[in-house]
């Protein structure tokens, strides 16, 4: 049962390549976040789903990030041209219905370690 | 661009002493959160406190909320080495449906 999941834990990957970053969330919950992690910092908004589509891609840096929720469960985050600096750990987080974040708990996954060379 | 602020960055301890942190923020607010961290892991809730709400209580955690200085506090009583971790408050802003996050707290528990 499940809590949210993500996969890789760990990703090393060389400067300009592609990663892909999977994230599982709670069974049911509508609602899908994803956050990026740098060292010494709390994690910041990188995009919001409700549902299928991307309701808010505000946060993502730039357009060598992209996310999909295809069937509205499984999200997966994808990094082209990867750089030294997109190295972080991105976390994963759903919640029941979405909607105004802070009336609802989000429940978030371990995390992937991104670790561009 | 990150709302909360945590004071203090680090805090260290012995088992049994009480632990404050405190976190403040900039905008008006909804509601804040706290959450912990634990090395290697994710983030975990730990409570949520409304703005017409002053305090609030989950087991051995406190938390205040004072509007008007926009600043909040958790309290850990009678601290254990598995409360050892970062904590984070977490903050409604636009985009409100996203958590914005402060630096954290790293709090270390000795035995």
């Known amino acids: 049962g499940a809590g949210v999941s993500q996969t890789p834990s760990n990703k090393v990957t060389e400067k300009g390549k592609y990663v892909e970053l999977r994230c599982d969330p709670i069974?049911?919950?509508?609602?899908l976040y994803w956050y990026r992690q740098s060292l010494g910092q709390g994690p910041e908004f990188l995009i919001y789903?409700?549902?299928?589509?991307?309701?808010?891609d505000s946060g993502l840096p730039n357009d060598r990030f992209f996310a999909v929720r295809p069937e509205g469960s499984v999200s997966t985050l994808k990094i082209q041209r990867t750089e030294r600096g997109d190295s972080a750990v991105y976390l994963c987080?759903?919640?029941?219905?979405?909607?105004?974040?802070?009336?609802?708990?989000?429940?978030f996954g371990p995390g992937t370690r991104l670790l561009v060379l | 661009s990150q709302q909360g602020e945590e004071d203090p960055q680090a805090l260290s301890i012995q088992e049994g002493e009480n632990a404050t942190m405190n976190c403040s923020y900039k905008?008006?607010?909804?509601?804040l959160q706290w959450y912990r961290q634990n090395s290697g892991r994710g983030l975990v809730h730990l409570i949520l406190?409304?703005?017409?709400?002053r305090e609030k209580h989950s087991g051995r955690l406190r938390v205040t909320l004072d509007t008007s200085k926009k600043s909040s506090s958790l309290l850990i009583t009678a601290s254990r080495a598995a409360d050892t971790a970062s904590y984070f408050c977490?903050?409604?802003?636009?985009?409100?449906?996203?958590?914005?996050f402060g630096k954290g707290t790293s709090l270390l528990v000795t035995p």
């Open positions: 977490a903050t409604d802003e636009v985009p409100e449906y996203a958590l914005n």
């Open positions: 069974s049911g919950h509508t609602a």
């Open positions: 406190i409304r703005s017409n709400e």
């Open positions: 789903f409700q549902g299928t589509g991307a309701a808010d």
């Open positions: 905008t008006s607010i909804n509601n």
């Open positions: 987080a759903s919640s029941p219905t979405g909607g105004t974040a802070i009336q609802e708990t989000q429940y």
